[in-house]
């Protein structure tokens, strides 16, 4: 029988052979054997209450406490939210915690020192004769703050348009802070409270927006405060860039205060000398996931490879440590690493694994911690097994880093000087308005073997990209695309000829990368910069978004915030939501009455690409009779 071909990239596929030749089984064998819950798919169970479970069915239309159809979907869909929501912002949380703990001689110190200025400019926050530190030590106050304050609604930033702000003033969903969003959500499906699909899914839009123009982008603000903003940088991506005679460590997770640590213990003398010691010629970090996308964006770390890939890079048998801190971390790893020499190493009592190591990072000891992480990594290289080891040899180059104001100095290149004052999005503006890019899609998200790997994500944006739509990526979809050559300034011979002029002239690859999922806010940020700079809101520019492989809770806040803030999103798997006729309705068409976009549903990557380019002409028909 022909062997089934499970994934796009050939690194991928060569070691989902190697695993059956090594007998341990992977997500592909388990997504073989694995039936989905018909009921699960449609979102008609609900286990909120001990009288349950309850299943809809054409003889059981309501739960035991009458609720319908619609009433369990939405319930499911609003704790979907709530879980994507609190991991992003709790994510938030802990970058501010960590820059209330920087110190001009500690671990953690300011390293973007105009943008903690202008963060405190906006909040109001006294910066005159001030000591840097202090004045970050109020900024991560103030940030806290939002995630739990009594009184008053979300402090947001300057990108969100006022046209945007009234539609959400005028369907009251104008979080109040971070936190309160999420327990308001958990209090409101528990029994006996929202039994309303409408109503459900106006809580829902709230919290999402909180996690986007909230948590997401104050975990992306302040990093970059402490670690530095992105800027264009070179790299390569694909498990190729592990190295036979290195010590191989596998930085995988989201939050940048550890990972950041283990690039600083990676480059320590001490600890290079002692690979030396162990037999080893060095020290390879490599990432994997949104850790990935944080250090290769801030110092060109090596991209390992994206979600799909985690059990893999285990299994090419030359990896000494995978360190994880949370979210997107598959248990897996456990049982897959005691066939192999690697040692999984959990820090986080967020993310604690049965079978794992775990060596809790201490952020108060950030440096310490990470060297001991490290050390056990270097130990570890003695035990690889040669006769076990098999990397493939496939890697991609890319270039990365590209945050708002990296986009923003890029486009100055083409600045006239004598008319346009430079640093902001004018030139940007001028290309979609004047039709040279028609417009520009977001494509982010993960994998999810219910789609062939990469197929969804790279074929969307090969055909959004030859006509003319340039494309800004982040997460597990930047990370196909880097794989894929996408993210090199060669890729430009795939663009249409637009596309590949502007390329050109502003000397940038035509997909971007904006780093990790909380790192959407950066697209959030750039689409509303446009939107204020022609005075029109977000949902009137021509500007779509995917997630053709998506598969995390994180992604349903996500989606549920870009619609919010007026962009159409297509995803390529279907939301659990079919079973709910109500929710389906408000979700794929009546919210474009509400805030002007919706969600679409369209496995099909270039059918999708081409109903995104639909949508685009139409938005861009919209704004010619506006100018
Ligand atoms: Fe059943 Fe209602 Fe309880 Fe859900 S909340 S399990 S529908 S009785
Ligand atoms: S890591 S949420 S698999 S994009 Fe942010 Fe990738 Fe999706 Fe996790």
Redesign the pocket.
Known sequence: MEEKVLSIDSATNELIKKAKEDGVETIFDRKENMKPCPMGEKGIC?????????RITPKTP??????TAD??VS?NFARMVAGGAAAHSDHGRDIAHVLHMASKDGNYKVTDEVKLMELAKRWKIETEDRDVYDIAHEVAEFALNEFGKPFGTLEFPPSLPEQREKVWKDLNVVPRSIDREVVTIMHSTH??CTADADSMLNISMRTAISDGWGGSYIATELSDILFGTPVPRETEANLGVLEENQVNIILHGHEPSLSEMIVLAAEDPELLALAKEVGADGINLAGMCCTANEVTMRHGVKIAGNFAQQELAILTGAVEAVIVDVQCIFPALAPLADCYHTKFITTSPKARITGATHIEFDEEKALESAKQIVKEAIFNFKNRKKEKVFIPQTKSHAVVGYSTKAIINQLDKVVNSHIDIAGTVKPLADCITSGVLRGAAGIVGCNNPKVKHDYGHIEMIKELIKNDVIVVTTGCAAQAAAKAGLLSKDARKLAGKGLATVCELVDIPPVLHMGSCVDISRILELVGLVAKHLNVDISELPVVGAAPEWMSEKAVSIGTYVVASGIDTWLGVAPPVTGGPRVLEILTSEMENMVGAKFFVEPDPVKAAHQMIERIEQKRKGLEEKF
């Open positions: 609900c286990r909120i209450c001990a009288m349950g479970p309850c309501r739960g035991l406490c009458g609720a009433v369990i319930r029994v006996g």
